[in-house]
């Protein structure tokens, strides 16, 4: 077998003109801020936005079935989207994600390659989205720059999402919520797509953004039970992986506190210098991790700080905390899937006194059979008031199964909380029954 | 004003049944509890209905609870609360002194802890139901719950039946009652094993003790599941309790939630309010009828009825005939011969758990009809019970089902390349190419939702099967469930319920499931073409005109279904007989069939450490058929013949074994035999040996140890490999060592080219959930460091900091030169297994065998693991080798996955070395719940197919169906052998 080249087609230089790049939706706001920079710097990319019952039939189709969730909803998605006709087959590349651990995910691209000969568009290139320099050599390059902005990007889709999160249960107005959220996604995409991002530019978009949030007229309801949400990247983040659960927790009355996106970026850059403490690995590119986490260390405390300032919002946990955590449950060195960061977001959102965790998983997910289930029994013992549930997803599992669960937990909670109106004594007299 | 309000009403609807209490002026006055045939919202107005003497013109609080009272609460904007808080809130008022429930309802189980602040626990979504799961078991022992019941208290023993989930205890059972066991201790096994899935699921290591209340209706029913639960828990008289209203503690805490509640309803409203949601229109779904109308279906029917065999009369006909037995799973089925191939006569019924009594009355009539006129020259058995009726009987042969089913299938299209055979409990896909079997591709145990499935189903909704697959046919908006198992089916079935959906449609829905999950579970097709061109379907599941309907709707072609799709195997299995026949048939005379008896007893083998539970079955005349044993030392058969051709897994595991335990000066340091530990124990035991400590290790598994360890395992879905690791644990705990040692790998050894070389992320971190889970693992006493085990001097370092933590100080050198022993240890055993493979493939071509590679993981050779599969092949003349003894002597290359973890890449390159040599076979061994696998069966699958290999692979859990097994390498072998006849 020829090793030197690979048996699948590269995205190459001159395709960059002329190819439409399609994008999987993860987190719509910080993914739609992404592929806006990624267009900066010449890549044509799309985010998609198809759901329902077609994905996942496709998904279920293509790949594996004893594969976990998310790779048949993000695989499904894609091949839907190249099997639907709108676009030009012969001028398309896909992108994926690959992190490049030790977990089944870094495996998604090779499915989606071989979904897709199958599927006879076995010329269509996928591009894989990396910073552990997997699959070198296609045209698609991770340069300071492109990295730098994608995590201007990342904060910026944090902020809004966060916000959002908690304006939601409190507005009178959703419409004029999602006005706001719009605006300011179509300001920040333009920036990011032309403008010059200046450092002051930054920071007074966050006030500016800041100011909008606060601007929203509320109920002046009292604050509400909040539900912390923790899990698999995917199924913790996306509407279609988890079956609308922000949007079914706030339903139920709650606020919901979802940890960003932008802690899973640090979390993968954190573990590099933990390797170099663990095993040993390359002192010189420990150096240069070092110097990226201090770097975006410093823009995240930049950002609480303007929270902090300017609004009544709260603002994310500083990452050097966060990675202290963990301690005590797991080490450092647990770095597969979300691993000792699922932990540490959990003894956040208590610390920040979110006491209710939904820990959402992919069903059989292997890191958290470890990182989520298998820590809640320390926590509870820990963390006396805490109440996590374990919600599997799955493209058999059923929606009533894990919202029921939900509710226990939901009902536990304001119990806890001392927020459930007295229930009316019933004194017990046994009557024969009729 | 504000009216004094005194009725309050709480209605219960749970998957199966509804419950509804009436409290006035804070007595109970009235509770119902009906069965609601999954017509909730029907069943909620009737006996809402019926309560009107305590209701009418009344004004009333009320609140809803339970898993299908969710949607129509929702529906008519009535106060819901969640069910176990319910029966919380209840149990707490009327029983405060209570320390736990227990309470198990139609599909959920659900454990509350009340001291110490309220704990209240549900199953996982994979758990299985409990009532359902009961009623299903009751099903396939051919009982009704209540016979079960009664029966279960005369019990004698107990046989281990796997907890996790009902398809899994099924696949249990099934091959027990095949091999004759009594339904007395079967019964008690079941409840057995739903008290220890309920301990081990949701109490999680915490004790169940004090005053105990079960609560629920299978609890309340059955007395033979409330004495295994009080005898399991050791409870005394006093501390079980059984209330009265053990069938309403929901319903009663949902009252009491109403009280509190503001709303108020008048009870015309509310009936009215009732009435309109029943007529609520459902979000239509999608998918379209299987029938637009009679016609369409008239047309289709006559299309199938063409495929038929020509029958006559076993009244008129003179001569020759052959009969075919299939003794499948859940059904017997029979079929005899004339000499031109026309059906005689056909017999297919449920084998009601007791095959051979069945058998024995179809002989007697078939004898009785035959009379002189005709004469049987040729018998032949096929399916699950194939060795028992084959000795009970005296049959001339046995042939494994799928050569069986081909040769039927091969009657009716000489062309056919594709047959698909949807059993009782089976699915079988073949491939034939050439004329032979080209592939066969069976269900894991975990997706065997199929005949059985659809039956138990229809039967919990009331209905008899015909009827029910009628109801589908021309269902108007057929619903999706899904296509995992038969544990989410249940649930999605539940979804259903709770949108309103009629049966029908679920009818529908669930033939469509069976097929989805035939095609893209078990096929893993991605289109019609992929199949082939002629296909067959078979199998009594597809004499559902619905399911055969929807198969032919998702593969979008018209494909044959002979009218005796059920009697295939049947059918097969005389052709067989005839093909075979000498003249004159070896199956007991009438006479003696009229002296044959037949009694079952179970014993317990004692010959070698996996103690297997036989059943012994006397045919009378000193005719024995001993069943239930892995390997041929509990039939009887001397051990010296069996070892006598090469195991690499036995090898391994004697030299395992041999490791010796010398005394050490720095104390007992304990190696948990599991996960990693199977790799590397050489390593870390003469590190150890040689740093001063005495090493002692867990042993291998079994299910003992495995069932000391179950009560702290937090994930329910976790592979069994990584389950057992708790049984280990505690076994180094009673053994006293001074220290556990099972360190966190997050990479492994670095064998060759390879992309990555990690472990998975259970091997690599199982330690931390270890010690945040076990409350008898002291931490002081447990070393998990993270190591680097591929830089001497780091990993050097870390031991030393890891010890001296413990405050154990070992000197750099001391610690380097342990090391080094420990790697020289470990590369001369794997040394020894390399050199130990290319022997075991010399021998195996000296002596003409084949060679089995019995790929999996390390851990796979665990006799608890691997459940004796090895000894298996090995008694089927193969000569057994590992992965890791042949992987040197294949070259995978690249292989179109990420090759980032070691093992995985052992078992490409394994594949690479079947790929090129014709007498080597490969199967595969998957642990049910591996992730990984789900993406190294795909490589290795690849890497065989191209070179035009089989490739087979074995899911493999808790459970220990031995008989699917055998039946996949029989298939294997008989597509060997076949293969080999057209090369010649």
């Known amino acids: 077998m020829n090793k030197e080249k690979p048996s699948y087609p590269i995205f190459t230089e001159d395709m960059k003109k002329d190819y439409t790049i399609l994008v999987p939706t993860m987190i719509p706001l910080q993914i739609g801020l992404l592929t806006a920079v990624m267009r900066r710097y010449g890549y044509n990319t799309k985010m998609l936005e198809n759901s329902g019952s077609g994905v996942i039939e496709r998904g279920l189709k293509y790949v594996h079935n004893d594969i976990c969730y998310p790779a048949q909803l993000v695989i499904g998605q894609l091949m839907e989207a190249v099997e639907s006709g709108e676009y030009d087959t012969d001028k398309l590349a896909l992108l994926i994600t690959q992190t490049g651990g030790g977990c089944r995910a870094s495996n998604y691209i090779h499915l989606l390659r071989r979904a897709l000969a199958t599927a006879g568009y076995g010329h269509i290139p996928v591009i894989s989205l990396n910073f552990s320099s997997i699959e070198k050599g296609a045209a698609f390059k991770m340069t300071p720059s492109i990295l730098y902005q994608m995590m201007q990007a990342v904060l910026y889709g944090d902020l809004l999402m966060s916000l959002k999160n908690q304006t939601r249960p409190y507005t009178r107005d959703v419409d004029q919520l999602d006005a706001v959220i719009e605006k300011w996604m179509e300001k920040l995409e333009a920036e990011l797509l032309h403008g010059k991002i200046s450092r002051r530019r930054v920071r007074q978009n966050y006030r500016c953004i800041l100011r909008d949030f606060s601007a929203i007229p509320r109920t002046g309801e009292a604050r509400r039970l909040r539900v912390g949400i923790v899990g698999e990247i995917f199924v913790k983040f996306s509407p279609l992986g988890n079956n609308n659960l922000e949007e079914f927790l706030v339903k139920e009355g709650a606020e919901v506190v979802l940890p960003g996106f932008f802690d899973f970026c640090f979390y993968c850059v954190y573990n590099s210098l933990v390797d170099r403490r663990l095993y040993g690995t390359n002192a010189l590119v420990a150096a240069v991790y070092r110097i990226v986490y201090r770097l975006m260390l410093s823009r995240q405390k930049e950002i609480i700080r303007i929270m902090k300032k300017e609004s009544d919002y709260m603002p994310p946990t500083p990452f050097d905390h966060t990675a202290t955590l963990s301690d005590g449950f797991l080490d450092n060195g647990m770095k597969m899937g979300e691993g000792w960061l699922l932990t540490a977001e959990m003894v956040e959102l208590i610390e920040s006194g979110v006491e209710s965790i939904v820990c959402a998983q992919p069903f059989g997910c292997l890191p958290n059979h470890i990182a989520g289930k298998g820590m809640m029994k320390p926590m509870k013992e820990k963390y006396k008031n805490v109440n996590i549930v374990a919600i599997d997803y799955d493209s058999g599992a059923s929606r009533i199964n894990q919202e029921n669960r939900i509710k226990l937990m939901l009902a536990n909670a304001r119990d806890v909380a001392g927020q459930k109106e007295k229930g009316a004594t019933i004194p017990e007299k046994e009557k024969t029954p009729v | ?984």
């Open chain 2, 1 to 984: 004003m504000h009216q004094q309000i005194a009725v309050s009403l709480g209605v219960d609807v749970g998957s199966t049944t509804a419950k509804l209490v009436i409290y006035e002026d804070g007595c109970r006055v009235y509770e119902k509890y009906e069965r609601h045939l999954s017509q909730v919202r029907q069943k909620c107005l009737e006996m809402l209905s019926d309560a009107a003497p305590y209701l009418a013109g009344k004004r009333l609080k009320i609140a809803f609870s339970g898993s299908a009272g969710l949607g129509l609460a929702e529906a008519l904007a009535i106060p819901f609360v969640q069910e176990v808080y319910a029966t919380g809130e209840t149990v707490k008022r009327l029983a405060p002194d209570t320390s736990a429930v227990v309470e198990l309802g139609g599909e959920d189980a659900k454990v509350i802890f009340f001291e110490g602040g309220t704990d209240e626990r549900m199953n996982g979504t994979c758990a299985g139901g409990t009532g359902a799961f009961i009623d299903q078991m009751a099903t396939l022992l051919d009982l009704t719950p209540e016979e079960m019941d009664s029966l279960s208290l005369k019990h004698e023993r107990l046989y281990p039946i796997a907890s996790r989930c009902g398809v899994f205890a099924k696949t249990d059972i099934q091959p027990l009652l095949n091999q004759g066991a009594r339904k007395e201790d079967l019964a008690a096994s079941i409840y057995q094993a739903v008290v220890n899935q309920t301990i081990a699921g949701l109490a999680q290591g915490r004790k169940i003790a004090g005053k105990v209340m079960f609560l629920g209706g299978p609890l309340y029913y059955n007395y033979g599941l409330r004495e295994r639960f009080v005898k399991t828990l050791k409870l005394s008289p006093e501390e079980a309790i059984f209330p009265a209203y053990g069938l309403y503690a929901v319903a009663i805490g949902a009252a009491m939630y109403a009280e509190g509640q503001g709303a108020e309803f008048g009870y015309e409203e509310l009936l009215e309010k009732l009435d309109a949601a029943r007529a609520v229109k459902r979000v239509a779904s999608a998918i379209p009828p299987l029938f637009e109308n009679e016609a369409d279906y008239e047309a289709f029917l006559a299309r199938h009825n063409r495929a038929t065999v020509k029958t006559a009369s076993i009244a008129d006909y003179r001569g020759d005939a052959y009969l075919g037995i299939d003794c499948g799973s859940t059904t017997t089925k029979l079929v005899l011969m004339s000499e031109s191939r026309e059906i005689l006569y056909t017999y297919y019924n449920s084998n009601r758990g007791n095959p051979v009594q069945i058998v024995r009355e179809q002989l007697e009539q078939i004898y009785s009809l035959c009379g002189d006129r005709i004469r049987i020259c040729g018998s032949t058995v096929t399916g699950y019970g194939e060795d028992l009726i084959l000795h009970a009987f005296r049959l001339d042969h046995g042939i494994v089902e799928t050569m069986a089913h081909f040769t039927a299938a091969r009657y009716f299209d000489p062309n056919v390349d594709f047959i698909l055979d949807i059993g009782g409990q089976d699915i079988k896909c073949f491939k034939i190419a050439d004329g032979a079997i080209d592939s066969i591709m069976l269900n894991e145990a975990c997706s065997s939702g199929c005949g059985s499935f659809i039956e138990t189903f229809a039967r919990s909704m009331g209905y008899d099967t015909p009827t029910f697959a009628r109801l589908a046919l021309f269902a108007k908006a057929p619903v999706s469930l899904g296509t995992r198992c038969t544990v989410f089916m249940n649930s999605s079935v539940k979804q259903a319920q709770k949108d309103g959906a009629p049966v029908s449609d679920i009818s529908a829905g669930l033939s469509m499931s069976v097929v989805k999950n035939a095609i893209y579970k078990v096929i893993r097709a991605t289109s019609p073409e992929a199949l082939g061109k002629n296909v067959v379907v078979q199998g009594g599941t597809f004499l559902n005109d619905a399911v055969l309907r929807s198969f032919e709707r998702e593969l979008g072609r018209n494909v044959t279904r002979p009218t005796i799709a059920g009697l295939m195997g049947a059918y097969g299995a005389a052709l067989y007989a005839q093909s075979q026949s000498k003249g004159a048939s070896t199956i007991l005379t009438p006479d003696e069939l009229s002296a044959f008896t037949h009694t079952a007893q179970a014993v317990t083998c004692n010959k070698c450490t996996n103690h297997c539970q036989l059943t012994v079955n006397s045919f009378g005349g000193g005719k024995k058929y001993v069943s239930g044993n892995k390997c041929e030392r509990g039939a009887g058969i001397p051990a010296d013949a069996i070892r006598a051709l090469p195991n690499l897994h036995q090898y391994k595991r004697d030299l395992l074994a041999a490791l010796p335990q010398k005394s050490g000066t720095r104390g007992r340091i304990g190696l948990p035999l599991a996960l990693g530990m199977y790799e590397l124990l050489p390593l870390w035991h003469a590190l150890f040996t040689e740093l001063g400590f005495e090493v002692v290790t867990s042993g291998f598994s079994s299910r003992e140890l495995y069932a000391k360890g179950q009560y702290s395992i937090p994930s329910d879905t976790a592979c069994y490999p990584a389950k057992l690791m708790h049984g280990h644990i505690e076994t180094l705990i009673d053994r006293r060592v001074d220290y556990i040692f099972y360190p966190s790998l997050t990479y492994n050894v670095i064998e060759g080219e390879m992309d990555n070389h990690y472990n998975c992320p259970v091997v690599a971190y199982y330690s931390e959930l270890l010690k945040s889970n076990m409350d008898s693992l002291d931490p002081d006493r447990f070393l998990y460091p993270y190591l680097n085990i591929n830089d001497p001097r780091i990993l050097a370092r870390g031991l030393r900091r890891a010890l001296s933590q413990k405050g154990i100080a070992v000197s750099v050198g001391e610690m380097r030169s342990a090391v080094a022993a420990g790697f020289a240890a470990y590369h001369a055993h794997m040394e020894s297994i390399r050199r130990e493979g290319e022997r075991a493939v010399a021998e195996a071509r000296a002596q003409g065998k084949r060679v089995m590679i019995l790929a999996g993981r390390p851990y796979h050779i665990d006799p608890e693991i691997g459940h004796g599969i090895d000894k298996l092949a090995s008694s089927l003349g193969f000569v057994v080798v590992s992965e890791d003894s042949v992987a040197h002597l294949g070259h995978a290359g690249k292989v179109g996955v990420l090759n980032q973890w070691t093992y995985h890449a052992r078992l490409d390159n394994a594949a690479a070395f079947a790929a090129e040599n014709p007498d080597v076979e490969l199967v595969q061994l998957v642990s049910f719940g591996c992730g990984i696998d789900a993406i190294t069966t795909d490589a290795v699958h690849g890497i065989l197919q191209r070179r035009g290999k089989l490739y087979t692979q074995i899911k493999i859990d808790e459970i220990t169906n031995l008989g699917a097994v055998k039946i996949r390498l029989r298939s294997l072998l008989g597509a060997l052998a076949e293969r080999e006849a057209k090369h010649e």
